[in-house]
């Protein structure tokens, strides 16, 4: 489920000995499966530990991660890095926006976790996002631009360049093509 690195198990080690005996790495996802997900690393006292909790033994140390944030962590690294600004913990968990769906789920919903994980934070950057409105039975998926997207001259170029390109290129024979569902009117939240 997660991956910790050499150098970040050498770093918990270093941590948790100065810490009461038995204590763990707490691993968690606040507001998982949204588009505010963050993940955090805390100490663990033995006391703390639930029995829901899912334990994951590593070099001199145990990671627990709760029971809700289990499916956010799937294919977690947690890297300690070292460059000329100093040290620091990194922590990547590209299914805590959205729960990984199966390979053989229904298209709608492998289109909605690609739009979660994939799409939304590239539109983020300009304060933008996209959901699936509709999936056509002739295969086209509707979507739904929202926040800076809205009244975004380049939206089109967003959509066909960018969007149903990288959905046509994962969904290959199974999705014909992507529209915008969208009335775009320039407003003030608008990204220019």
Known sequence: ???????????????????????????????????????????????????????????????????????????????????????????????????????????????RYMIEAEINPQLASHGGQVMLAELTEDGFAILQFGGGCNGCSMVDVTLKDGIEKQMLEQFAGELNGVRDATEHEAGEHSYY
């Open 1 to 111: 489920m997660i991956t910790i690195s050499e150098e970040a198990q050498a770093h918990f080690v270093k941590l948790l000995d100065k810490q009461e005996t038995g204590t763990n790495i707490r691993v968690f996802v606040v507001n998982p499966g949204t588009s505010s997900a963050e993940c955090g690393v805390s100490y663990c006292p033995p006391d703390a530990v639930e029995e829901t909790d899912t334990r994951l033994e590593f070099n001199g140390f145990n990671a627990v991660v709760d029971e809700e944030s289990v499916p956010f962590l799937h294919e977690a690294e947690i890297d300690y890095v070292t460059d000329q600004m100093g040290s620091q913990l990194t922590l990547k968990a590209p299914n805590a926006k959205a729960r990984k769906v199966a390979d053989d789920a229904p298209l709608a919903e492998r289109i």
